[in-house]
Each structure stands twice: as C-alpha cells, then as structure tokens.
C-alpha cells in the first residue's frame, strides 16, 4: 500500500523558532512537493524537487528552504517562523505524469 | 508558470442531480489532468484522470471531458449523493510539475 508520512499532525511554534517539516514516501516516486492549504486559496506550491538535491520553487517560496538528501525524505524548512506560516501543510510524491499521493498533513500553528 | 482556473467555488445540488465543475489551463505543453476530492479532515485523493491524447473518460457516476484546444477540462457528476459532499480540486502536470486550481466546495442535500 502506497505511503507517504509526515512527522507531525499538528505542531505549534513560537515566532522567530526554526521549523522543520519531514516528508517520507516508500515508492521510490522522483518528485516531491510541499504545498501549502489556506481555506478559499486552494493547494499552493511552495518548492518541489524532480530528484534527490534537486530543487525548483513553486509559486510562494518567500520564507521556505526545503532539503532532499535521500529520494525517499522531503523536508520543508521555515527558517524564522511567522503568524503568517499558520497554515495546513500537505507533501506529496509520484513518479513524473501520474498519480500524486498526499500525505495526510500537517497543522501549523505559529503563536 | 502554470496557471489553472477553477469555477465555481461553491456549488450546492440536490442528491439525484449532476454537478459539474470546470478548469482552464494556461501551458499548452499540459498533458496530464487529474481530479482530486477531499473531505473534510482528510488528504486529497484521486478520483479519475485523464490525458491530453484522450477527449473523455468514465468512472461510473464520474467523468471528465478535456477539449486540449480551448485548453479547458471539467468533471461531470451524475445521480450525486450526499457522500459527494467534498471539495473537488483540478490540476494541470508537465512531467514534474503539478499545479493545481483553487478548489470546489460541493454540498449534496438529501
């Protein structure tokens, strides 16, 4: 059965604190993606990367670092967090054209 | 970039009735077009897909059309039910990007 994970459910931070968020597939997919869900915004692309050290910024970059050392591990960074990062997070992966699995989020709340 | 389009936002039907949700696309290079649903408290999942080399595809109650021309695709619900209630979103992929619409929020009244 097809699995991707995140580290946390839910995760509460002061502001100014650094964050990571870990991503895990076990399908051997290529790509990765973070994206970032805000109620009426949709599913916004904050970085993706197409292979192990390779990364591309999605459309809301500003604030964000991601990391792949592994093919399996996708890491979302928020170097100095902020009430404005409050927000559901969601990691996916697939192989390139094809169906891309969710993991099932991360609540973010920065106070 | 890509930019996808979806309309409407909200759409509310009576349980029997169809539902129909539409996307644009703005990369002409788009070949894959998938359609995720969402309830609530969960992670988007796929419900059907289709390709730029095909015109329609059919699930049972679902379907989805895609005229690469126009460069706009929809999903078509039929005989919906309550269970239907979800947020729909589109989205568009080149390879390995995927960009996706801003959500459909569907409410099925019994």
């Known amino acids: 059965d097809v699995k991707v994970t995140q580290s946390s459910r839910y995760l509460v931070k002061r502001t100014g604190e650094k964050v990571f968020l870990e991503c895990v597939q076990d399908?051997?997919?290529?790509?990765m993606f973070w994206y970032r869900q805000d109620p009426g915004l949709g599913l916004r692309l904050i970085y993706f990367?197409?292979?192990?050290?390779?990364?591309e910024k999605g459309d809301i970059p500003e604030g964000y670092s991601v990391s792949r050392e592994k093919k399996e591990r996708f890491s979302l960074i928020l170097e100095s967090a902020s009430t404005n990062q409050t927000s559901m997070y969601l990691c996916?992966?697939?192989?390139?054209?094809?169906?891309?699995?969710f993991g099932q989020g991360t609540r973010l709340t920065v106070v | 970039g890509e930019n996808v389009e979806q309309h409407p936002s909200t759409l509310s039907v009576q349980e029997g009735d169809s539902a129909v949700i539409k996307c644009t696309y703005s990369?002409?290079?788009?070949?894959?077009f998938p359609w995720y649903k969402q309830e609530l408290g969960k992670r988007p999942q796929l419900i059907i897909d289709?390709?730029?080399?095909?015109g329609e595809k059919k699930d049972q109650r679902i379907a989805v059309t895609l005229n690469k021309t126009a460069k706009h695709f929809s999903l078509h619900i039929t005989e919906t039910q309550p269970e239907d209630s979800a947020v729909y979103f589109c989205a568009a992929s080149r390879y390995s990007t995927l960009t996706f619409g801003k959500g459909t929020m569907l409410l099925v009244s019994p």
């Open positions: 289709i390709r730029s080399n095909v």
């Open positions: 399908m051997d997919h290529e790509n």
């Open positions: 990367s197409y292979d192990v050290k390779m990364k």
């Open positions: 996916a992966s697939r192989a390139p054209n094809t169906e891309a699995f």
């Open positions: 990369d002409s290079a788009s070949n894959y």
